[in-house]
């Protein structure tokens, strides 16, 4: 029985080291904290943004009085005092507000902290923090806390690891004297994150005292904290560093270190701050780095060829600098980017590359970018052993051979392939192709791809890409039938290429599409009705095909439409009066058609059109808009010539062209119309005399084109208040009066056209104030007077002024002014032009000798001077006095 007793008495002491039961106090304290918050199960992990959850755990639902503590889901206690000394409560949805007597500050044995990715309510952060002095690690990151972070957190002097990185909507403040005293204090710490902290306050000087850390700090994050000044290269000097993150604080500035920088850095990003100068020689020595961000600051100079000797990189980025060698690399591919073994992705797009693409021997490569070089050569093989590749762009390299292109299913995992613009690559598709069941945007456009493709398109690829949402075979040597893509496809780009046939009803079974391209082509057949029902179709372009029938007529609402180009075919029949449906609608392109029926004033409800070409159809009638000034409000292309129009101009329409009136020309760079990259929209219009295609639209330019109708009546004057317009054509119609003065006020005009009508008056001298103007034509007009000179005005030809009989002045050989009225320049000059030089006698003898057998013969046989008499008078347009007859009257011819 002793024995017995014995057993039971060591057992009870055994287990009572082992397995402890938590401290009353504490269970105490956390079931309070607990009930001072709510669990928001309904939130999601996308309500913490860039955070670290991927689901949301839930742990304080496992805290039941009826079980230890120590048991509960994310607490930590100690085996031998059984004080809770970790609480890890990260992701758990947690929502209230942190008050000063919160029971958490009395887990004083406290050594780690994690509350983060909780909401705590725009709380402050409290003083109590302080009186937890055993804590090693506190996280505290995106907990929405806001205001000034507390004085006693110095007291921590034990800490490892503070984060106290806040949301970018929720601000904490550090102020120098806390920022100090925690330095001072916190002597072990080497994790220190403080992302969206409020640091404005703290100067260069107070963060130079992160030297007193130089043994212990192995990572600093002070992303967006508002920090300014110059930063002493010693911080990024710090012999431990591994991670230093100072992006976002655009007043910050600073240089590299230029001697002995060989710290142990893996992650270094200082984008978005003031840092310039050159890039040192000495980045060439952080050979553990795998992160360089230098992206938007203001480096200049060269890059090092150093920088080719951090063979670690697997993230690299120098853009938006003054950099001589970031996007101007010449030479050939450097050596070192066919074998880094930690490789991830490579980008020497847009650049000046020559020579060959060489032999890759890494196999880590999961990116590659190769675009807008100057390459030559076959397509290299090794690239089909980057068998871990999901992108890969070659387009625009001058690539050239035969590619296959079922090797592309080696990459099990590609999703984006790009070999366009390589006009010597002929890629053969062929029965061999295999599905690639992760691809979802193919582009092999600008190729040398010919032949039919309707049998491996249609039933070996097409149907089993599943997941495909981009293809782009564009301006090949396509032909054939039509192919019809999958359902679930967006973006389908077939233009300029030989297909024919009629475009298949199948195609309404893609009711995902977003472009449908086809332009360009030799299809024939009526549009299929169901692509007005598209619900989400953006760009519907089948310009320059032989397509006949109707436009459909059942554009159905809440339609995505912006472009729609139908340009180029045999259509006929009235406009659809559902296109008023369209009313996002900025390209309506139905030029060169057969489309019989009366302007389509009910189009002005469209707010959002800025180009309306009908040009070349069988429009009539007079044009009339409503006067709301709302009515074509947005256009800036405006092409209806070619046309049956009558009546007067459309007064109307113009006045209401506030697109025209004030566009927006200060923006940075050309800017033009379209869809990205994928698609660029176009119109066929008439510049400066010759038709043609603007493959891309400035989003300035402006243009009325009203000629070859049968307008009649004057120019308005309100067409002045265009005063951003481009190009003028009314030339053939019937148009009389004057050209009105306003017409000067078109300072960016460079083409006026308003030939062929039946203007009278003088050319107003306002005119000659269009500094722009290159071609003027107003031939072909009932003009007169001189024409104006200076400016532009004296580079314009002949042509521009022919047909106008009463017109004079240069360019004209027809004077303006009397030879009498002109200076002399020489006494010879003078004698020549007052009739006494030598050419003026011999001129005078001769018509003398002339004019005096006249009379004579005259005289001898009519005796008839009076003919002779009026042959002088319209000669010289003066009156003689005529001779009498014996009766005192003049002699008259007898009939």
């Not at 958490?104 to 409290?126: G, W």
């Not at 690399?329 to 066919?338: M, R, S």
Request: with cysteine; net charge negative; aromatic share 10%.
């Amino acid at each position: 029985m002793r024995s017995l007793l014995l057993v039971l008495l060591l057992l009870a002491h055994f287990t009572s080291n082992t397995f402890s039961l938590c401290n009353p106090h504490d269970s105490s304290a956390l079931l309070h904290f607990k009930n001072s918050f709510f669990v928001n199960a309904s939130s999601t992990p996308e309500y913490y943004p860039s955070s670290d959850c991927s689901s949301f755990s839930f742990k304080t639902e496992s805290w039941k009085k009826s079980k230890d503590c120590c048991e509960w889901d994310g607490v930590t206690c100690d085996n031998v005092s059984h004080y809770v000394i970790g609480l890890e409560l990260s992701c758990n949805n947690l929502e209230g507000e942190l008050y000063p007597n919160s029971t958490i500050f009395q887990l004083r044995h406290l050594q780690q902290l994690n509350l983060a990715f909780n909401d705590f309510s725009m709380s402050s952060l409290q003083v109590g923090v302080g009186d937890l002095v055993h804590l090693t690690h506190l996280n505290l990151s995106t907990c929405y806390l806001s205001g000034n972070i507390p004085s006693t957190i110095s007291h921590l002097s034990k800490l490892v690891s503070l984060d106290l990185s806040s949301n970018y909507n929720a601000q904490l403040e550090f102020n120098p004297f806390t920022w100090k005293k925690l330095i001072h204090n916190a002597t072990n710490l080497r994790e220190l994150s403080l992302d969206y902290v409020n640091m404005s306050s703290i100067r260069e000087s107070s963060l130079f005292l992160l030297k007193n850390l130089s043994s212990s700090l192995v990572s600093l994050s002070l992303r967006k904290t508002g920090l300014q000044g110059n930063l002493s290269s010693d911080i990024l000097s710090l012999p431990n560093l591994q991670k230093l993150d100072l992006s976002g604080n655009e007043y910050l500035s600073g240089q590299l270190p230029k001697f002995n920088w060989s710290t142990p850095l893996r992650y270094l990003d200082l984008s978005g701050t003031a840092f310039s100068d050159e890039i040192p020689y000495s980045i060439g020595q952080l050979k553990s780095l795998n992160n360089l961000n230098l992206q938007a600051c203001n480096f200049k100079g060269m890059v090092p060829p150093s920088l080719w000797n951090l063979t670690q990189l697997t993230d690299l980025d120098l853009g938006e600098n003054n950099l001589k060698g970031h996007n101007m690399l010449n030479g050939t591919i450097p050596h070192w980017c066919y074998y880094l073994p930690s490789l991830l992705q490579l980008d020497l797009s847009d650049n000046h590359l020559t020579g060959f693409i060489g032999n890759f021997s890494t196999h880590s490569l999961k990116s590659l970018f190769l675009s807008n070089n100057n390459l030559h050569g076959h397509f290299p093989n090794s690239i089909f052993e980057l068998q871990n590749l999901t992108r890969l762009d070659l387009s625009s390299t001058n690539l050239s051979g035969v590619v296959h292109f079922h090797q592309f299913s080696t990459f099990k995992d590609l999703n984006f392939l790009n070999l366009s613009h390589n006009s010597a690559l002929s890629i053969n598709i062929d029965s061999e192709a295999k599905t690639l069941p992760n691809l979802l945007i193919l582009d092999l456009s600008n190729n040398n791809i010919h032949g039919g493709i309707s049998k491996w398109f249609q039933s070996i690829l097409l149907n089993s890409w599943t997941n495909i949402y981009h293809i782009d075979l564009s301006f090949n040597k396509l032909q054939g039938d039509l192919p019809i893509p999958p359902n679930g496809i967006q973006y389908f780009l077939l233009s300029n290429n030989n297909f024919t046939g009629d475009i298949a009803l199948s195609l309404c079974n893609v009711s995902s599409l977003k472009v449908l391209n086809l332009a360009h082509n030799n299809l024939t057949g009526t549009i299929p009705q169901c692509l007005g029902t598209f619900p989400s179709l953006l760009i519907l372009d089948m310009q320059m095909n032989n397509l006949y029938g109707s436009i459909p007529t059942n554009f159905s609402e809440g339609i995505q439409f912006e472009t729609i180009k139908l340009n180029g075919n045999h259509l006929e029949g009235p406009l659809p009066r559902s296109l008023a449906r369209c009313t996002y609608l900025e390209i309506l392109d139905l030029g060169n058609n057969n489309i019989d029926d009366a302007f389509p004033n009910w189009l002005e409800t469209l707010q959002e059109l800025q180009v309306l070409s009908l040009r070349s159809n069988k429009l009539h009638g007079t044009i009339t808009c409503s006067n709301t000034e709302h009515s074509f409000s947005k256009l800036r292309i405006f092409d209806i010539s070619h046309n049956n129009l009558s009546g007067p101009l459309p007064t109307s329409c113009i006045k209401n062209f506030q697109g025209m009136m004030n566009v927006n020309d200060s923006q940075i760079g050309p800017q033009y119309m379209g869809q990205g990259n994928y698609y660029e929209d176009s119109v066929v219009i008439t510049i400066k005399g010759f038709s043609m295609e603007l493959t891309r639209i400035l989003t300035t330019f402006t243009t009325i084109d009203l000629s070859n109708n049968m307008f009649e009546g004057e120019i308005p004057h309100v067409i002045g208040e265009s005063i951003s317009l481009k190009g003028l054509n009314l030339s053939n119609n019937e148009i009389t009066g004057n050209i009105p003065q306003s017409l000067s006020n078109l300072r960016s005009l460079e083409w006026l056209d308003l030939s062929r009508n039946q203007l009278m008056g003088e050319i107003p001298m306002a005119l000659t104030n269009l500094n722009f103007l290159s071609v003027l034509n107003l031939s072909q007009n009932h003009l007169e007077g001189a024409i104006p000179t200076g400016q532009q005005f004296d580079t314009f030809g002949n042509d521009s002024y022919e047909g106008n009989t009463m017109l004079c002045g240069f360019p004209l050989s027809k004077s303006c002014k009397n030879d009498e009225d002109e200076p002399p320049n020489s006494t010879s000059e003078y004698k020549e032009e007052s009739g006494f030089g030598w050419k003026a006698v011999v001129a005078g003898y001769v018509w003398g000798a002339v004019l005096g057998m006249l009379l004579g013969y005259n005289v001898f046989f009519f005796e008839k001077p009076g003919c002779l008499i009026r042959f002088f008078e319209r000669m010289f347009k003066v009156r003689l006095k005529r001779p009498r007859n014996r009766a005192g009257g003049i002699r008259r011819r007898m009939n």
